[in-house]
């Protein structure tokens, strides 16, 4: 574990690298955040949210859309990516360029460069809604890290090991956080605790969060 670092004079929002590959970027998108909101809700009025269904038949409580040119799905048959948005038809939504600048800029800053987006999951939970603990493992090249972006209400990340029985820790994402994870711990299990209800000023009782992937 490192200790704070802060920039030049305060310029620099906090940055903290919480274990080997990742860093918490401390409202890091704040100062975006109005082009990162409009962004995102372009892209849900082409591809509304909506909740997926498991391999086994549930419904997953977190509801779902994607931009970019691949896009994560969930149905009957599995989990995969696909080009197309299976409600419409039609290919997700291009990933707007402001969102793939910014997930360039937060990994760099969390030193992973040359990460160029392609996938850009965005996950909706209400109060309750949780993400059980997984592993980012559908991606091709595990070299590009996986870059979150946390909007709205606040929620406690899972952040396991390498092995699912591992023990975890709790970080707190907080409106405007960027977390990255990649190199070693690209694989770490991880998942959202049941989200607390609340209300956020600019969405109210949600909580959304874009995860950018080289998928
Ligand atoms: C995910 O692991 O896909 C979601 C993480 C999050 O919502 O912050
Ligand atoms: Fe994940």
Known sequence: MQTDLFGDAGLFPLQQQLAE?????????????????????????????RQM??????????????????????????????RKDPQTGQPWPAMPAVLKELARTWAAQAGFDNFVSNACLINCYQAGSKMSLH???????YTHPI?????????????GGL???????????????????GGPARLRFHGI?????????LLGKRRISLTFRRA
């Open 147 to 159: 870059v979150t972006l946390s909007l709205g209400l606040p929620a406690r990340f899972m952040l």
């Open 53 to 82: 269904q498991t391999a086994g038949g549930h419904t997953m409580s977190v509801s779902m859309s994607n931009c970019g040119d691949l896009g994560w799905i969930s149905d009957r048959h599995g989990y995969r990516y696909s």
């Open 135 to 141: 592993q980012d493992r559908d991606e091709r090249d």
């Open 193 to 201: 605790m049941p989200v607390a209800d609340g209300e956020h000023a």
């Open 21 to 49: 590959g990742v860093c918490l970027l401390s409202g890091q998108a704040e100062s975006s955040m109005p082009a990162i909101w409009q962004a995102v809700s372009d892209v849900l009025q082409q591809a509304p949210l």
């Open 163 to 181: 092995l699912r029985q591992d023990p975890c820790c709790k970080l707190l994402l907080q409106h405007g956080d960027v977390l990255v994870f």
